[in-house]
């Protein structure tokens, strides 16, 4: 059984010829402008409304995470930030770019000092950038620990071993907060580093008159 033909197809419509001006090309092109560039418009909102929504999930994680001392983000980009910042009591993470693309950490005892740069305006506003020198550029790399001080372009990240903490609100508040954490870490760092040479060089042990651990029969 062939299959019945297909009913022809009905007649076409006569089509009106559009009057001269309303609703002619140039009109319809006017209007498909338009109509382009309010989704653009829509699209780039709606990208912006994105990140802030996943900015605004991490920052709820980061708030609700016990080790979070303090967090604040980079007050730039009109309303979208460049970056996140975390403090914990041992490291200072950074997230980069829009979706938080880049996650760095600087451990706290690879600081030396914190300094606060703020401009007129910044100080306007309380707000500036909280600039963080590490004893030794190549500290910021330590095991486990994968941020690299190589590329100037990186935001955070400067061949002189410093990391910027862009543009954020409370600078002082945050250089005092990271003051005691850095000590403490540093204190800390110091100890393991003298017990692990300890451990490295038995005889240091009796130099120091610590006693030598018995050795197994």
Known sequence: GAPPAPPPPPPAAETPVAPAGKG???????????QAATQGKQMAEQAKSTVAEQQSKRTEQWANDPDT???GASQSL????????????DRVWIESGLLGTKSESVPLWS???VDVRQNLVQRGKDVGDVVLVLEDASYGVDAGNTLSFSG?????????GQ??????????????LLFPLISEA????????????????????????????????
């Not at 002619?24 to 338009?34: E, N, R």
């Not at 009109?78 to 009591?89: F, L």
């Not at 042990?205 to 029969?217: D, K, R």
Request: charged share 25%; no cysteine; aromatic share 8%.
């Open 24 to 34: 002619g090309w140039k009109d319809k092109l006017k209007s498909a402008a338009q």
């Open 69 to 71: 001392v303090w967090f």
């Open 78 to 89: 009109g309303g979208v930030s460049k970056a996140t910042y975390r403090i914990t009591k």
């Open 111 to 113: 600081v030396k000092d």
């Open 152 to 160: 100037v372009g990186e935001p955070g990240a400067t061949t002189t």
């Open 163 to 176: 990391v910027l903490l862009d543009n954020i609100e409370g600078p002082y508040q945050v250089r005092d």
């Open 186 to 217: 540093r204190q800390k760092k110091l100890m393991e580093r003298q017990s692990q040479y300890i451990h490295v060089n038995p005889g240091m042990q009796a130099a120091m008159g610590v006693p030598a651990a018995p050795q197994a029969p």
